[in-house]
């Protein structure tokens, strides 16, 4: 292979060197990859399809909401529907989505390592990640899960004559490949840098998956045990959480909302890691405010374990305890207030351009910032009094989840796409799913606001026919949003093939997954491993397109 | 002229079709609206200065040649201080407010009436003291604030009426309670708002806000049960309380403990509520009085959670009268 790998102009095809796709072929050399962007890749169809699963349980459940007497199925199904779009996307696609595809795909590439720091265990989490997968589609195809995605005691360990136990251990399961993918990012950056990567100069995407593997380490056992003792108390009624065998059903939800809070930020914070790339790859700035900008991640990061009693403000909690989860609530808005205020500020007197990246990354902070304000709605007492257990949260969770974390994931694929294929997209085509998204996205979520705060209650199978304009809207909303999201899935899968050929750099992006790495790489990742001399994002004074340090 | 008139009936229209507020009508429903609109604005300022600020940079800083070098900046430390600061001053305003409305919310005033929930798969059972059953059917009387004991026959439901802006999770195994003082006479919706089954959606009623004479009309007519407490007093006698619960006799006599501060076997202290009679009739031995032996037998599974208010109905009627309410 060449040594001047670097400097080679930009449109060589991919075929004619060796890369980490053509590297060895066969799909026994896919399913026993110890590289970690394969893995990445394998995560990548794992969650697609898992995603989609839990896409056309959303379809349905929209179809139903269409009359208010229901348009579709019985409130049985309907009920499953809502539980299986819950389960699958929290679990089987947003809690792996950023940190398993380009997490794995991306850290070796952007602190200058040859792979992770344990490359079977990498392998060992996706196989046990899609065993985790199979659990679940067992569970779903034995009858499916009535119980939402919130499992409440007693009613999903003594009432419920669904697939209870099966689906639990799915998400059991799974939970083992974020705990082993979080120790293998958390070592990886600790022991693997290159030479003069300090931690200051880190990408910020690093940072937040730093943040995001300390939760997967400290938060994800609580959420196996809770659903362990679940397990247990349906199967061999153990009393735990029934009161009728003695148990306490608030225990529960303590246990559940402790892994669950936190979850919400590793939704989230790898999200917000991806819009520190894209803004100031799109305006050429440093970020704004480096430190303040890692230093909330951690704080997210920390105080996220505080604050799970604001999902139990009506249960009968004390007001005490309420007033003292209130606070701390409000104290996690602070830090994501800031990084919105630092993404905004590193616009300022930047060079922006609008690549279907960009528009992701701009769609997400203003969503973001919207989700998050709606938060202070639910953080308040006397307000979540009101709003709680309605489409108000729907809607505000949406807004983080959906908007934030969904819009931050496909504009990092498109972002990375072409490091990661090779090949360049349409951008015409993604610069209008992009905007399909965001207007469907709107549409669909913003009427459920209105609907909270009129008092129409979630998880309703049926509901007062004063209710069915804006849920008609919405419906038509998510028929948007659907065609958004199927259009980046045509054209990506299209570019494979047919795509042109990408250059190393195409959008002229800092960072050594782009600078020093060849497009695709090879599987060593660097063909003269980097030794970094600048801060990231150092955008002056601004070299060649695809010219490397 | 016509114009006028059928923008007028289109306006009504269109804002029939979208109402953007549910009725308020309750005392609390107008300070919990406030803040909501106060929320609201907050919400609307900062979005539309977020989205301001990034169209105008987008417009101004937009690329004009492909290697545009652009100057740069630096992050001053006044500015991080002062986006950090502000929104944390206003995050403070928002939760003492809210705190404020919270805390007096959950105190019931001295004068409240009692009528009791069971949330049951799938629906509500609601019992009123002087007697009168419904399901799914709430009357209550205007201008009356009136105390809400809630519990649960099975799963944990969520007892909801949005124009009273008061909600509370029905758990089974013990008693959580709300309060309201309607304001306005109507017909209001009542919601589970806690998934709860199969028919979840089906666990819906209405509140009959009667002015206070109607009200009186209502408890006198229809139906003629016992008052829950003479319900009770038969159960007490049934179940064969009343043979050691005497002077004398092997249990406690019940006169006037309600609302005391009692020792207990084990050096705990505990006011005697509805809590605290219900955990005795079901696990006597963990509320052990000092100077009784521990014989009486549990009852659990024996009663159902109507049987049970009721009894706690009836020793709530042996005295003494003043309650203890909220705290």
């Known amino acids: 292979m060449s040594t001047a790998t670097l400097d080679l102009p930009p449109a060589v095809p991919a075929e004619s060197r060796v890369t980490y796709l053509n590297a060895t072929t066969g799909i026994k050399s896919w399913l026993l990859t110890k590289d970690h962007k394969r893995i990445g890749l394998l995560y990548l169809a794992t969650i697609t399809l898992m995603f989609m699963i839990g896409g056309l349980a959303a379809f349905f459940m929209r179809l139903q909401l269409i009359e208010p007497q229901g348009a579709l199925v019985e409130p049985e199904t309907y009920n499953k529907l809502f539980s299986i779009h819950g389960i699958i996307m929290v679990f089987f696609f947003l809690v792996p989505s950023i940190p398993a595809t380009l997490g794995n795909f991306l850290i070796p590439l952007m602190i200058g390592a040859r792979d992770v720091a344990f490359p079977k265990l990498n392998l060992l989490s996706w196989y046990v990640f899609v065993t985790g997968c199979l659990l679940a589609l067992i569970a779903i195809f034995s009858g499916g899960v009535d119980t939402g995605w919130t499992f409440y005691t007693p009613y999903s360990s003594t009432y419920s004559h669904s697939a209870v136990t099966w689906m639990a251990m799915g998400i059991f399961v799974a939970g083992f490949s974020s705990i082993l993918t979080g120790l293998n ?57 029934d009161p009728a065998l003695g148990g306490d059903p608030l225990l529960f939800q303590h246990m559940f909302w402790f892994y669950s809070h936190p979850a919400v930020y590793i939704m989230i914070l790898p999200g917000m890691g991806v819009i520190s790339e894209l803004i100031t790859a799109f305006s050429r700035k440093k970020i704004f405010g480096y430190s303040f900008v890692a230093f909330s991640s951690i704080a997210i990061a920390v105080i996220s374990f505080i604050v799970w009693g604001h999902h139990m403000f009506v249960t009968g909690q004390s007001v005490y305890a309420g007033l003292i989860f209130s606070v701390l609530s409000f104290l996690v808005a602070i830090p994501s207030a800031v990084k919105v205020f630092n993404w905004t500020a590193t616009l300022y007197k930047g060079s922006i351009s609008y690549e279907a990246p960009m528009l992701y990354a701009l769609g997400f902070i203003g969503l973001f910032t919207m989700g998050g304000l709606t938060g202070l709605f639910l953080a308040s007492l006397a307000v979540d009094v009101h709003l709680n257990g309605t489409y108000f949260v729907i809607a505000h969770f949406h807004y983080i989840m959906v908007g934030g974390a969904v819009m931050a994931y496909l504009g990092g694929i498109h972002f990375w796409w072409p490091k990661i294929t090779g090949r360049l997209y349409p951008d015409m085509w993604a610069r209008i799913a992009a905007a399909l998204i965001f207007l469907g996205f709107n549409l669909t979520f913003f009427p459920q606001f209105v609907l909270g705060y009129l008092g129409m209650p979630r998880r309703y199978a049926v509901y007062p026919p004063e209710f069915q304009v804006l849920n008609v809207l919405s419906s038509a909303g998510a028929s948007i949003l659907a065609v958004g999201y199927a259009i980046p899935l045509i054209y990506l899968f299209w570019s494979i093939r047919y795509g042109p050929i990408a250059p190393q750099n195409p959008w002229g992006a800092k960072g050594l997954e782009w600078e020093a790495a060849p497009t695709p790489p090879p599987t060593e990742n660097f063909d003269v491993m980097p030794v970094v001399t600048e801060d990231a994002y150092n955008y002056q004074p601004l070299k060649g397109a695809h010219h490397s340090v | 002229m016509l114009m006028t008139v ?23 429903a107008g300070g919990v609206d406030q803040l909501y609109y106060f929320l609201t604005g907050i919400t609307l300022f900062f979005t539309v200065l977020i989205f301001s600020i990034i169209f105008y940079f987008m417009i101004k800083y937009r690329r004009r040649a492909p290697d545009e070098v652009p100057p740069e900046t630096h992050a001053p430390l006044a500015l991080e201080l002062a986006w950090t600061l502000i929104p944390s001053a206003i995050c403070v305003v928002i939760f003492f407010w809210a705190s404020y409305l919270y805390v007096r919310n959950s105190r019931p005033p001295a004068a409240s009436s009692e009528i009791f929930v069971i949330g049951k798969q799938w629906m509500w059972h609601i019992q009123h003291p002087e007697g009168p059953r419904e399901i799914n059917e709430l009357h209550v009387p205007v201008n009356q604030p009136i105390e809400v004991t809630i519990t649960s026959q099975d799963v944990i439901h969520g007892f909801y009426i949005p124009a009273f802006r008061v909600k509370k999770d029905a758990l089974p195994g013990r008693y959580t309670s709300i309060w309201f003082e309607a304001t306005k006479v109507g017909t209001y919706h009542l919601y589970c708002t806690e998934y709860c089954g199969t028919d979840h959606s089906h666990m819906i009623g209405w509140v009959y806000v009667m002015p206070q004479s109607d009200y009186a009309a209502w408890l006198a007519g229809g139906e003629q049960n016992e008052s829950m407490s003479k319900a009770g007093e038969h159960l007490f006698g049934v179940l064969g309380c009343s043979s050691c619960h005497t002077a004398g006799g092997d249990g406690p006599p019940l006169q006037g403990i309600y609302g005391q501060t009692e020792k207990f076997a084990d050096g705990s202290t505990h006011v005697v509520d509805d809590t605290l009679i219900r955990q005795a009739i079901i696990q006597p031995d963990s509320v052990q009085l000092p100077n009784y032996k521990n014989v009486m037998p549990t009852f659990k599974g024996q009663l159902d959670e109507e049987q049970m208010l009721q009894l706690v109905a009836y020793v709530k009627s042996l005295g003494p009268q003043e309650r203890k309410n909220g705290q």
């Open chain 2, 6 to 28: 059928l923008t007028q009936t289109g306006l009504h229209e269109i804002a029939a079709l979208f109402p953007i507020q549910p009725p308020a009508a309750s005392t609390i």
């Open chain 1, 185 to 241: 990012f958390l070592v990886t950056i600790h022991k693997m840098r290159a030479p003069g990567m300090t931690w200051f100069r880190l990408p910020l995407f690093i940072w937040s998956m730093y943040a995001t593997s300390v939760i997967f380490i400290l938060g994800t056992p609580v959420i196996a045990i809770t659903l362990f003792l679940l397990a247990l108390e349906r199967t061999l009624h153990v009393g735990i959480f």
